[in-house]
């Protein structure tokens, strides 16, 4: 396996595999299985695959946890070189935001909902990291995982409306055995955190046993209260919505989604399901 981490050596990579099927797993580092699953479907479906470890200063607001954001290369690059991944796309910061960077790639409407009404800024940050290592590494298919559902939905919009020629792939959530999704920021929990964090997935598989579209408000509110009695400080959004759209539920034919975001202590959660 290769780290690569400037251009011309991407580049030089790139032109090497010219004839070969790319599968690219992007990612922000601090690799747990959900990331491995990632890169294990990418070389099921091509010649070779490369993932991408960049912390990417953009999609973090000024209060949120760019600076304690888990930094583990080493180890990173290990697990990534016993799963068979060729190569590792490490770019620095002045790579990625040059002297003089100015633009933005925005996919409207679908990012001001949900997270993006809570964090308002972070999709913009999303969308223009993720477009620039598509053009760097210009992949045959990328993966991305589910449990950032509504990132899915808006890099597909965005690949979609840009024509940019990369296949988007969502991958299910990978959970612990107790059905926590894992997320980098787990770290960040201690143990009797983890354990309330647990409990959002009982909750969320709850909810499919007690939905009929007429009450989806009721059913909101009723998670959300049942959110709150598992332990969770406080919670952004329980919302049931059209599974590719991302908007309110118009009638009962609709494939559907369950996204919540929940606070315990200081750290944020989010999770995901279909109905
Ligand atoms: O999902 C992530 O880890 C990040 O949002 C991504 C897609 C790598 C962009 O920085």
Redesign the pocket.
Known sequence: MIILNTCAALNDWRETHSLKSIGFA???GALHEGHLSLCERAKADNDIVIA?I?V?PT?FAPHEDFDSYPRTLEADAKKLEQIGVDAIWAPTPEIMYPEGFKTTVHVDGMTQILEGAFRPTHFDG?TT??AKLFGQVRPTRAY??EK?YQ?LQVIQRMTKDLNINVDVIGCPIVRDAQGLALSSRNAYLSDAEIEIARRLNQILKGAKERFEVDSITQLEKELKRAILDAGFDKVDYVAIRNASSLMPIENASEAMRILVAATINKTRLIDNMPL
């Open positions: 992007p990612t922000m991408s960049f990417n999609q999303v990291v993720v991305f995982g950032d990132q």
